[in-house]
């Protein structure tokens, strides 16, 4: 069973168009989160999520809006997306990690290019 | 926020050791250790925590010098699926449950 799954895997789409990547974790953890690696390899965290809603918002775009209809799912819909906006997009999971050290799961990403 | 890691890159032959290093400017209270292969997700490796304690990876070591905020990944007769890209994460920054990654440190071990 997969821990961390999120779909597509993969997304081309061209400028201006409003898509969606889904993510899904089983393995019953507070918190999510998305991450973006760009080209040079760099994880950048955009947003976390405990228990449905919105802790933190890295100064992302608002045209980057994540949801959160229960805490086993973080789902990230992106508008009007731009030639910068490729990148391949992550979805994790953990236990809080203020209060019990424990790693966090990745799904397999998402690599978005938009043309 | 974000620490910082040294080397960018390594390229090693099967069985050479190598060191990468991980430093933040914020106190840390443990540092996390990732492995991603090319094309794949991050991978956990190990967790170091104040006082000694670690939690991960049988054949790779690593130290945590709570003092100086320094952690070092320690890879010892290199294998060639030790391959990848190594990131150093540090667990919430600025008391939010967040991990922060440093830009991450290039392995290749080659044959």
């Known amino acids: 069973d997969t821990a961390v799954s999120q779909t597509p895997k993969y997304l081309v789409t061209q400028m201006g168009n409003d898509k969606s990547i889904k993510c899904e974790q089983n393995l019953g953890h507070d918190t999510m989160y998305w991450y973006k690696q760009d080209s040079k390899k760099f994880l950048k965290i955009m947003f976390s999520?405990?228990?449905?809603?919105?802790?933190i918002n890295e100064t992302v775009p608002n045209r980057f809006s994540p949801k959160s209809p229960d805490k086993a799912h973080l789902n990230l819909h992106i508008n009007s997306l731009e030639l910068g906006d490729s990148a391949v997009y992550f979805c994790?999971?953990?236990?809080?990690?203020?209060?019990?050290?424990?790693?966090?799961?990745f799904g397999q990403g998402t690599r978005l290019t938009v043309v | 926020q974000q620490p910082v890691q040294s080397p960018q890159a390594v390229i090693l032959r099967e069985g050479e050791d190598a060191v990468i290093n991980c430093s933040s400017s914020k106190a840390l209270y443990s540092v996390h250790w990732y492995r991603q292969k090319h094309g794949e997700a991050p991978v956990f490796l190990m967790i170091l925590l104040k006082g000694g304690e670690q939690k991960g990876h049988e054949k790779i070591s690593a130290s945590f010098n709570e003092k100086k905020q320094q952690s070092s990944l320690y890879l010892t007769a290199s294998q060639l699926s030790y391959s990848g890209t190594y990131f150093c994460g540090t667990p919430f920054s600025g008391g939010y449950n967040k991990l922060i990654f440093g830009a991450g440190t290039r392995l290749a071990v080659h044959p």
């Open positions: 999520y405990n228990n449905k809603e919105l802790i």
């Open positions: 994790a999971s953990s236990q809080d990690l203020r209060r019990s050290y424990t790693e966090a799961f």
